[in-house]
């Protein structure tokens, strides 16, 4: 398969997980629409995440692929702690929607590492990471649409 389709094919997968038209519903921006920053911050339950903490859970994880793909140790993410990292304790609707931001960025820096990335490294194994570079790429996309769900559940679950 040529180098472009195969690449192709990992961005077609990757952009409808996140913000393209698709027929297994609203890909992860589009769980963002219209949610306020105080809908962000509710919990569905205690103990639970909130749609924000999910947000910067992804982008978070978004930042971590584009790592192991381009191998650069020397980059860091923005916000603390890694996985989950703590919300603001002033929040409002500007900080809100610098997070949402910063999942697009994260996004838009990731897809750039994919459409660049050497097509003979994809069935290698991904740095620090027991699988493949093209398993990370599906992996991330499949990371996005789970977290969509999960937006679309805590959304019905605090909303009247």
Known sequence: MPRNSRISL????YDQAFDHAAWHGTPLAG???GVTWREARKRPAP???SIWEVA???AYWKFVVRRR??????IEFPRAPANFPALPRRPSASLWKRDVALL???HRLLREAIRTFPVNRLKLRAWKSRWTNEATIYGIASHDLYHAGQIQLIKALIRP
Do not use: I
């Open 69 to 74: 793909l381009t191998r650069d140790s020397g």
């Open 47 to 49: 103990g639970r995440h």
């Open 56 to 58: 910067l859970h992804t």
């Open 104 to 106: 697009k960025h994260e």
């Open 10 to 13: 990992l961005l077609a997968v």
């Open 31 to 33: 769980t963002l629409r």
